[in-house]
């Protein structure tokens, strides 16, 4: 799905009117994704992945219960503390608050995800995670039916 911008107003405006499979507000800006373009795909017999943060993940949860949740965890607090500086885009605050964000995320995480996958390795975490899509059952009648007719 390709991003599509809109003034603070308009983005209200469909939270209110439930156009939003799930939203937040992430460093001052708001970011959701459109119900329909979930819903279209779905319908279509489509499998749906979305990189999203945990205030989203439980509004998915909500709304797609056979929704299958996967939380990609750092390899340590260290790490992503290495990493996050790493990037150096980001202050000693900001990192500091993104630290402690993560470490009650990932105490969070446990009641909502189904499969955790550690990041320590990109090429191994994508595996994994494939390995976990493919280990699942796909709908009768999906372009992934493994069923026999």
């Known amino acids: 799905m ?5 003034d603070e107003q ?15 507000r992430y460093s001052g800006h708001l970011y959701g994704t459109p119900r329909a373009e979930i819903d279209r795909h779905l319908a279509a017999g489509e499998d749906v992945l979305l990189d999203i943060e945990l205030v989203g993940a439980r509004q998915v949860a909500e709304a ?14 260290a790490e992503l503390e290495r990493r996050l500086r790493g990037r150096r885009d980001t ?4 990192v500091a608050a993104r630290l402690a964000v993560a470490e009650a995320q ?3 995480a446990a ?5 955790f996958v550690v990041n320590d390795d990109l090429d191994r975490a994508i595996e994994t995670v494939g390995g976990i899509l493919s280990s699942l059952p796909s709908p009768p009648g999906s372009p992934h039916d493994r069923t026999p007719d």
């Open 106 to 108: 990932i105490e969070e």
């Open 111 to 115: 009641e909502l995800f189904d499969y």
């Open 64 to 77: 797609y219960p056979e929704a299958v949740m996967i939380f990609i965890l750092p390899p340590s607090p």
């Open 2 to 6: 390709d991003y599509t911008f809109v």
């Open 91 to 94: 202050d000693e605050q900001a």
């Open 10 to 24: 308009t983005f209200t405006e469909a939270i209110a009117g439930g156009r939003f499979a799930e939203w937040a």
